[in-house]
């Protein structure tokens, strides 16, 4: 499946197939606005499957880098975690009320 729309969202630009989003942040909690989305490039089915499942645990996994000063909405700084093979980047670029998300796949192995 190919989606493209515009503005991209996120973080990553050079990297196909990728999901850009910009989360709202209120306090520790991250707010998902579809509006602010897009997936870029041909994903698989077996990709966006892996997107579906594991994006609410980035969500998760940010919420607790918030709580712990990790990331932080003054800074930009950017925080990698990967899952399901899939990479996830999230930063606030000092934004003080986003998180910008890019997740894409993770390269394989030669």
Not at 45 to 72: C, K, T, V
């Amino acid at each position: 499946m190919t989606l493209y729309t515009s503005p991209p969202w996120g973080l990553r630009h050079d990297i196909t197939p990728c999901f850009g989003a910009r989360l709202v942040q209120e306090g520790n909690r991250l707010h998902y606005l579809g509006d602010r989305a897009g997936l870029y490039g041909t994903f698989s089915a077996m990709q966006l499957r892996a997107l579906d499942r594991s994006f609410p645990a980035f969500i998760r996994r940010m919420e607790s880098a918030l709580r712990s000063g990790e990331l932080d909405p003054h800074k930009a700084h950017t925080l990698r975690r990967e899952k399901e093979g899939l990479i996830c980047e999230a930063d606030t670029r000092g934004s003080c009320g986003y998180v910008y998300v890019s997740v894409y796949p993770a390269p394989q192995p030669a």
